[in-house]
């Protein structure tokens, strides 16, 4: 018997599904995935991977069906899954004492991405992996979507899922949204997904699913759909329980009609929460935070094993291409590892932005190989609707390149530059100014630009540490052993050639103010092209005890503002009437 943690409640197939002989079995099957999981690969000893026999016999247990040699849709089964916070050290193919023996296994046989870029933030990544655009071209481009604010992601952008949609694709998206959900026209359903199993918020328990965001504004943030996931309300820890319903789906769609899956696990965002059974491997680790830390991530390499191991079991694998990607960099006072990268979550530095990436997939060309060409998250966008034989509307402008022929078969990039972002509200640098940027460009504002080698950062790029693993000590942020900066006064505009100087050491600014210049230049031409700043104030209609103690849509047009418009009707009719 699976033991608690890991029951669920399999969803009914969907009318249309294609139901297989043995479907009941393999559906039965399910509850035991864990228990396999660890003790039949190799969990215990770290093992490198599934053996032949080892994962015959457990498509045996799962009463599958030989996999088809052929695929019925020329279309590839897309698979994302995003993982929260992962710091960029933090996988065992980085140097990392965390075991990962799943994320390196699948990256060492498809294509690691080792010129990676994300945004620092949640709400930033996940809305131009969305849509293919930069922030300052969906007015996102300042900190995240809050619980409280009436803002989500603007319904006038067609998303991969919608796009998706319109070439039969089957979607469906588990985990965390972090898109906004005031209105019901926000939620993931709306936004072109068949169905959606998780949390609206940025965080919350993993066991209990609760979210407090401020004292007196709590709620539960489980959903399956539109509605609040109630029967779920049994203490299942969220990276097994997500990972159970992918395999649910999985096991109930046809495999010969294209599916996309995006998986956004809740792992390894705070709170730094993992059942006991994962931290076995970790007791000499000192700083509690990392050990905590590492469980987390072990249950998440753990969980990407299963979900691989049901798209081999249930005929998806040979016609997929699996992505995964952490959404920003780690968060050191959380257990999180950027090392030997400067600065953390929430920040331009390269701790902040660079992640951990790869593409595994039978449809490769060149595997086993490492890309160091420039790759964006907003690439995905158009290289997963080119991979669906899709169509992109030529009125709309992405920021994001097609970047298949760059993965699979090794060509250069079509990408030169990115726009890490230009943030007008963040807090402006003391001594910033336009006369700093050679008239050219305020360096007050928060901006960080990367043109070929050459990166720029202007106003308070955040904390700028080198921080090595376990700096932290278990009492709160006092650090040891690693290197404290201190932002020299009058500091305002930083460059860096990163090809050179991966590690941000070396300040260029001041040996070449030409490049200097044509990089603000630069920024100034995006600038012209950003639409306002969405970021509007707290609305306490957003509490969860006035919608039924769950956080949800709240937002509901005004009786007030219907009336008008009944007017106005009216009044064009006497003037028609008169003419």
Request: charged share 20%.
């Amino acid at each position: 018997m699976a033991p608690r943690e890991c029951a669920g409640h399999p969803p009914p197939p969907p009318p249309q599904a294609w139901v297989w002989p043995g479907k009941m079995l393999a559906m039965g099957a399910l509850a035991g995935f864990w228990v396999l999981s660890l003790l039949t690969y190799g969990y215990l000893s770290w093992g490198q991977g599934l053996e032949d026999e080892e994962e015959a016999a457990f498509r045996a247990q799962a009463g599958e069906r030989p996999e088809p040699s052929t695929a019925a849709t020329s279309q590839p089964h897309l698979i994302f899954i995003l993982a929260d916070d992962q710091g960029f050290r933090d996988v065992g193919y980085h140097g990392s004492e965390i075991k990962t023996p799943t994320l390196d296994k699948l990256a060492a046989e498809g294509v690691k991405l080792e010129n990676y870029y994300v945004q620092p933030i949640c709400t930033p990544s996940r809305s131009q992996f969305i849509t293919g655009k930069y922030q300052i071209h969906t007015g996102l481009q300042h900190s995240i979507i809050r619980p409280t604010q009436p803002n989500c992601l603007p319904l006038d952008n067609a998303t991969l899922p919608q796009k998706l949609k319109e070439v039969g694709y089957s979607t469906h998206m588990v985990g965390k949204w972090h898109l906004g959900f005031y209105r019901k026209e926000c939620m993931p359903t709306k936004r072109g997904f068949d169905t959606f199993f998780g949390s609206l918020l940025g965080s919350g328990d993993y066991y209990t699913h609760y979210k407090c965001d401020s004292p007196g504004m709590c709620g539960y943030d489980l959903y399956e759909n539109d509605n609040a996931a109630w029967d779920y309300d049994n203490g299942i820890y969220s990276t097994q329980m997500y990972t159970q319903r992918v395999q649910q789906i999985l096991a109930s769609h046809d495999p010969r009609k294209p599916i996309f899956l995006y998986i956004a696990y809740q792992a390894v965002h705070s709170p730094l929460q993992a059942p006991s059974r994962y931290f076995e491997h970790y007791r000499s680790i000192v700083n509690i935070n990392r050990r905590r830390y590492a469980a987390m991530l072990s249950c998440l390499d753990e969980a990407i094993n299963n979900v691989t191991l049901a798209l081999k079991t249930y005929g998806f694998y040979n016609n997929s291409i699996i992505i995964y990607s952490s959404d920003n960099g780690g968060q050191p006072t959380a257990g999180g590892s950027n090392w030997p990268l400067r600065g953390s979550k929430g920040t331009y530095w390269e701790g902040g932005i660079r992640a951990v990436g790869f593409v595994h997939s039978p449809l490769l060309q060149n595997k086993g190989t490492v890309c160091k060409e420039l790759v964006h998250i907003t690439d995905w966008y158009p290289t997963l609707i080119s991979l669906a034989e899709g169509q992109i509307d030529e009125d709309i402008q992405l920021d994001g390149y097609d970047i298949w022929e760059t993965i699979s078969e090794g060509l250069r990039s079509p990408r030169v530059d990115i726009l890490h972002n230009i943030d007008p509200i963040y807090t402006k640098a003391k001594n910033g100014s336009l006369a700093a940027g050679y008239g050219i460009w305020n360096t007050a504002i928060q901006s960080a630009i990367r043109v070929q080698n050459w990166k720029l950062l202007t106003g308070n790029p955040g904390y700028s540490d080198w921080v090595p693993p376990q700096s932290f000590s278990n009492l709160g942020p006092n650090r040891w052993h690693n290197e404290r900066i201190t932002l020299s006064t009058g500091k305002s505009v930083w460059l860096f050639n990163i090809t050179a100087d991966p590690y941000e050491r070396v300040d260029l600014s001041n040996r070449y103010p030409g490049i200097v210049k044509k990089l603000l230049r630069r920024l100034s031409q995006y600038n012209k092209t950003a639409v306002p700043v969405r970021y509007p104030p707290k609305d306490p209609r957003s509490n969860p005890r006035l919608n039924g103690g769950v956080w949800g849509p709240w937002y509901k047009e005004e009786n007030k503002k219907k009336k008008p418009s009944k007017e106005k009707s009216k009044e064009k009719k006497k003037t028609s009437r008169r003419g």
